[in-house]
Each structure stands twice: as C-alpha cells, then as structure tokens.
C-alpha cells in the first residue's frame, strides 16, 4: 500500500479518537450532561462516515498494490486482462475517494443538522410581492414534501389580493439547515401581475430567511421575565377559532450581547388552537430568534472569509431573480441560469442548491489548504 499518504496519516488520528467517543458516549455522568451528550453523539457519527470512506480508501490502494502485482508477475493473459481493467477503475477511483475525505475532514458548519426556522415576508411591491412571497411558501412546500421534511407554520399575515405579507414556519427533518440555509437573502421576481391592467412586467422582491432552530439548553432565558397575552385567533378555523383564546404573544428584553443594547422581542403563535402548544411553540421561537443573533458574529467571520457569499449571513443580498416572461431562473451568486420556471416554482429546486453546495465546498477547501 502507497505508505507517501499523509491523507492516511491525519485519518490514523480519527480512528483513536472514534473509538474514545464510542467509550464516552456510553459513560451515565456524559449521559446525563445533555448538551455534551448531544456534542459527543453527533461526532461519533461525523467520525463513523469519515472512517467508513476511510477503509474504501485503504481497500482501493491496496487492491491497486495487488493488481499492480499480477501484471507485473502473472504469465495468465485472462489474469492479466482483469488486473488491467482493476488497475484503470481503481486510478479513476482513488482520487474521487481522496477528493470526499477532503471535504469530510474540513469542520462543516455546526448548525448543518439543525431543524430550521423559515421566515418568508413580502418586500417592495404591495400586493405583487405579498403574493410572490406566496409562491415562494408554495415552493418551498412542495420541496419539504419531496425530502419528507415536515413544514408546519407558525404564523402568517395574508396579503390582501392573496398571498402572503408575512409567513413564518418550522421545518423539521433530516440536515435541513445545512440544505436550506442557502435561500436566505432577497428573491426578486419580474412578471406582469394580476392587478396590472396595461401588461407591462413590473419587478417586485420577497425576503426569506432560514434560522438554525436553537436547542433547549442553547440560550438563557429567564421564563420568569415572559410578559404572555393570549388573544382569540384570526382567519381559517371555523366557529372554535374566534370563541377561544388560544393565539399567544410574547414579550421578552433580551440583551444583545455582541452591542449591549436591551432589545424588546415580540413573538406571536397562532399555529394550533391548543393554548399551550402555542406557548411552547413561540417559546421555541424566541430561542431560535435569540441563537440567530448571538451567532451572527459567527456568520459575519465566515463571511469575511469566504468570497462567494453562498450561504452567509448577509439576508438583504439579492440572491436570485425569477423572470416569468423568459421562464428564467437566475442564482446571482454562481451565476446559475436554468429555464424550467414552472418545474422551480413547484418545488424542484434541489440542482440549483446542489449548484450552491459545491460551490461552497469548494470555498471551504480553499479555507482550510487541504
């Protein structure tokens, strides 16, 4: 086996630490630290795939060794033919091995596993983007649905023609931060709208914004300092809606840490008409809200380094124009142009982020000199 690897070297390292982990993981007083436990449970998974690609690596140059060998000492031409199609896979294979434990070995972003909170609000415009932003919601539903993710909303503003000025919801699944976070930022859309009566193109623009749901033990909260109202809630529902006050709303001063300025947050749940699940439900808010802004400073830092601005914190960025009289579809920041509008906006949206994932991968390999 090629012994000039030091790809092999940094990964020997991972193999003693793996097996720590799976010894710690199994230890009552790290059980019963949750925050640790969750930290240490996630890294014996990361760990796991990187030392399964690991062992395909080591198979493949040894397995490259061996039939290096038989050409160079079986007389068998039938062997010798099968070590020469062995060796011409196993060369074309080896690099794309080494290319995955690259990116597998550069630290992703923590909040990648994460729930996420989506936040869609109607920018300039008036009825137009109220109703874009709706078109967004329907998008990103469709989506949900296609990765059997489970959207659920958590509070929405209609516009008044339809659509939307303001729809907030939670998505939960697998890696659903890591996968959405790219659509963050403002989406711009060019197209006559129903109210126009001349037929002329008018361009409005819908904000989205995709928070890492925050853990319980994420951030303090002093419960005790909550100002609750409760309120009867508006809308769909029928008769029950109206009697009861179930729709919830919160009041919380919070203390930014990265300005030392007291903000007053106020958060509002409408989503079910159990009063409770409401509570709980804006109580996950309100930690969401406040994890957001105690680590946009960690975002500012990766967005300093990184050029590209794919999935930075930076939400007033234009990040995409949908163009409706062209069918176009166009990601501003990897200049990404497609011309299946109708496909996009019904949800088939995952090529463009794979676009978007490669992208920066590539800016994390840059980052990290691998």
């Known amino acids: 086996m090629a012994n000039n690897n030091s790809i092999l070297e940094r990964l020997d390292g991972l193999a003693s630490r793996f097996d720590e982990v799976s010894t ?28 399964k690609v ?17 050409l160079v000492n079986e007389s068998d031409p039938e ?39 989506l936040e869609i609000r109607g920018g300039t415009g008036g009825d137009e983007a109220a109703l874009f932003a709706g078109d967004l919601f329907r998008m990103y539903a469709k989506y949900c649905e296609t990765k059997g993710w489970n959207l659920t909303v958590s509070s929405a503003s209609e516009g008044a023609v339809g659509g939307y000025k303001e729809i907030i919801c939670t998505v939960t699944g697998e890696k659903v931060y890591g996968t959405l976070k790219y659509e963050s930022g403002v989406h711009r859309v060019q197209r006559i709208p129903v109210t126009e009566t001349q037929g002329r193109v008018h361009t409005s623009a819908a904000s989205v914004a995709v928070l890492p749901e925050a853990e319980p033990f994420d951030v303090e909260i002093n419960e005790g300092e909550i100002k609750w109202d409760t309120f009867r809630s508006s809308g769909a529902g029928g008769q029950n809606v109206n009697k009861v006050e179930s729709g919830v709303r919160l009041r919380y001063n919070w203390k930014n840490p990265n300005t030392g300025v007291v903000e007053e947050i106020l958060i509002e749940c409408t989503e079910t008409r159990d009063q409770p699940k409401n509570k ?11 994890y957001d802004k105690e680590h946009q400073k960690y975002i500012d830092d990766i967005a300093k380094k990184r050029k590209t601005m794919v999935s930075t914190g930076d939400r007033s960025a234009k990040i995409r124009t949908y163009n409706y009289p062209q069918g176009r579809i166009t990601d501003h920041r990897i200049n990404y142009t497609i011309y299946n509008l109708n496909a996009f906006m019904d949800g088939d949206i995952q090529d463009c982020i794979d676009h978007l994932i490669v992208a920066e991968n590539a800016e994390r390999l840059k980052e990290s000199e691998l």
């Open 24 to 51: 710690l993981i199994t230890d009552p007083q790290v059980i019963a630290d949750q925050a640790r436990y969750v930290r240490l449970t996630k890294e014996y998974k990361d760990l796991g795939d990187i030392l």
């Open 54 to 70: 690991r062992k395909e690596y080591i198979d493949a140059l040894n397995g490259l060794d061996e039939a290096k060998d038989v």
């Open 79 to 117: 062997l010798k033919e099968m070590a020469r199609e062995e060796v011409q896979t196993l060369e074309k294979r080896i690099p794309e091995i080494e290319e995955e434990i690259k990116l597998l070995l550069v630290p992703a972003d923590p909040q990648d596993d994460r729930n996420a909170v």
């Open 280 to 290: 709980e439900r804006a109580l996950s808010r309100l930690r969401t809200f406040i």
